[in-house]
């Protein structure tokens, strides 16, 4: 089955700040990456997604790439505020073929810093 | 945030005990999942749902069943729990496979004592 690995598990950046986390997934079948935003106590948020016939999505201050030969994608955002504080998963799944859910990465805990 | 609820938010049982969590969506979104969230793991998939009556297994199912007489509803069931069973649940909803997107309910705090 599908596994993803999730860089770093936590990340500390000054407001203001760029912060990255990145993902790798090992099923070459996978297609469809969404990042879900949780909260402490909250539902996991659906942020941004991207599908494997796009390189690179973008909304306003958050950005998604993904490399398909390297099975690589990475969430960036950019100039850093404090409610962008949270913990941040990055997922994968194969979409159109069944219904087999999300596979999660283990999630990164972004801190900004005042 | 989509129709979804899940009922209790908060449960405290005992081991051994049988325990069912409902997800109820107003959405009529065909696919329905149920997950648990742990701390150093992420969200695992537990059983997931492609329609009435149809059911199958996720990663972590073990211990649990399921159960959808009607769309809007899906049942999670821990036929005997275990204190490995403490943990948050989450149900999620989504409309197409086609689109992947997924909905996330509020959660379901459960301690097995």
């Known amino acids: 089955g599908e596994n993803v690995e999730q860089h770093p598990s936590t990340l500390s950046v000054q407001e203001g700040d760029s912060a990255v986390i990145k993902c790798t997934y090992s099923?070459?079948?996978?297609?469809?990456f969404p990042w879900y935003k949780q909260e402490l106590g909250k539902r996991p948020q659906l942020i941004i997604d991207i599908r494997s016939n796009v390189g690179e999505k973008k909304d306003q201050r958050i950005a998604v790439t993904l490399n398909k030969t390297a099975k690589h994608f990475s969430l960036h955002i950019t100039e850093t505020q404090p409610e962008d504080s949270a913990v941040y998963f990055c997922?994968?799944?194969?979409?159109?073929?069944?219904?087999?859910?999300?596979?999660f990465g283990k999630g990164t805990h972004l801190i900004i810093q005042p | 945030d989509a129709g979804i609820t899940q009922s209790p938010r908060h449960k405290v049982t005992e081991t051994g005990t049988p325990v069912t969590l409902r997800c109820h969506q107003t959405?009529?979104?065909?696919?329905m999942y149920w997950y648990r969230q742990d701390p150093g793991h992420g969200l695992r998939l537990i059983h997931y749902s492609y329609g009435v009556k149809d059911t199958d297994k996720g990663e972590v199912s073990d211990g649990y069943s399921v159960s959808r007489s009607k769309t809007e509803d899906f049942l999670l069931t821990l036929e005997s729990a275990t204190s490995s069973q403490t943990s948050v649940y989450f149900c999620?909803?989504?409309?197409?496979?086609?689109?992947?997107?997924?909905?996330f309910g509020p959660g379901t705090r459960l301690t097995v004592t």
């Open positions: 997922a994968a799944s194969y979409s159109g073929g069944g219904a087999d859910g999300l596979t």
């Open positions: 999620a909803i989504s409309a197409t496979v086609q689109e992947g997107e997924q909905y």
């Open positions: 099923d070459s079948a996978s297609n469809y």
């Open positions: 959405e009529n979104h065909r696919y």
